[in-house]
């Protein structure tokens, strides 16, 4: 088995661990979730209000807005509506991340 190959398959736990982490509070408070790195390329799990309070400490650009979050999230849950996301959106999301991943720090 080649490193490349257990990165990949790390990367991929750790997005799943991220997903169901964001589908449990999802659960619990009716809200839309995503998952982003951090400032460390940790998966984070945040949402509208967690997003502002990113931002209003300088860990987030102020610069970057909540379609921003929504266009490079690696992962989001349904909205309040409980509206879903398309299953195409959630598969190019989890590709994002594996490329993210394959270019990132080693």
């Not at 997005?15 to 408070?29: C, M, N, V």
Request: glycine letters at 2%.
């Amino acid at each position: 088995m080649s490193m490349k190959y257990i990165r990949m398959k790390i990367a991929e736990l750790q997005l799943w661990y991220a997903k169901r982490k964001a589908d449990e509070l999802h659960e619990k408070y009716k809200e839309r979730f995503f998952v982003v790195p951090d400032e460390k390329d940790k998966l984070i799990i945040i949402n509208r209000k967690s997003f502002r309070g990113y931002k209003r400490r300088g860990q987030i650009n102020k610069e970057v807005r909540m379609f921003d979050i929504i266009r490079e999230c690696f992962y989001m849950t349904p909205t309040r509506d409980n509206i879903p996301v398309d299953d195409h959106v959630i598969k190019r999301k989890k590709l994002m991340w594996l490329e993210y991943k394959s270019k990132g720090k080693r």
